[in-house]
T-cell receptor, first 113, second 114 residues
């Protein structure tokens, strides 16, 4: 069974631009969560989507948004990029029921210049 | 609000020595606890998890962890460390039935001395 895939793996953008990251979950998984990892703040939860609905949300500004499609694939969007948005963005998928293990993708490394 | 504390930022052990990585959590209900490992440039891999039942849980790669409710701890252990164990280790607490939100500790970077 294929793992969680994230595209692209690396991105370089400039301040003010917007970016869209994509995540394909493991087949059969209905929940997709997004995390931001930075050296200063560590791993922080962005949001979780389950059956195309946002189920949980972290403490990030509205510039960060996401969505989930009917095939469970998810995208996250960051608008008006800031230097501080440079990070590794990790996606994780699970079956979406309680007590479930999340499987992480390799991440997308975003650099904002 | 849930939180996780990993008091050791960096640990160095000799190959073959035992290892214990500390994790303390704060959570209002029965916690769902996890240990993940991250190698450089990679995503996170689940080592083990605790939801209920036996407080000593076994994971992959020879790791185990013990849940101690009285101490709010979930320390990770390995009896004999291998050079390939060098990585960063994250303890996390989950939201349980409320969804998949994980709250992570700041991580412990493990170096293995030959």
């Amino acid at each position: 069974k294929a793992g969680v895939t994230q595209t692209p793996r690396y991105l370089i953008k400039t301040r003010g631009q917007q970016v869209t990251l994509s995540c394909s979950p493991i087949s059969g998984h209905r929940s997709v969560s997004w995390y931001q990892q930075t050296p200063g703040q560590g791993l922080q939860f962005l949001f979780e989507y389950f059956s195309e609905t946002q189920r949980n949300k972290g403490n990030f500004p509205g510039r960060f948004s996401g969505r989930q499609f009917s095939n469970s694939r998810s995208e996250m969007n960051v608008s008006t990029l800031e230097l501080g948005d440079s990070a590794l963005y990790l996606c994780a998928s699970s079956l979406g029921v309680a007590n479930n293990e999340q499987f992480f993708g390799p991440g997308t490394r975003l650099t904002v210049l | 609000a849930q939180s996780v504390t990993q008091p050791d930022i960096h640990i160095t052990v000799s190959e073959g020595a035992s290892l214990e990585l500390r994790c303390n959590y704060s959570y209002g209900a029965t916690p769902y606890l996890f240990w993940y490992v991250q190698s450089p440039g990679q995503g996170l891999q689940l080592l083990l998890k605790y939801f209920s039942g036996d407080t000593l849980v076994q994971g992959i790669k020879g790791f185990e962890a013990e849940f101690k409710r009285s101490q709010s701890s979930f320390n990770l252990r390995k009896p004999s460390v291998h050079w390939s164990d060098a990585a960063e280790y994250f303890c996390a607490v989950g939201a349980g039935s409320s969804g998949d939100k994980l709250t992570f500790g700041t991580g412990t970077r493990l170096a293995v001395r030959p």
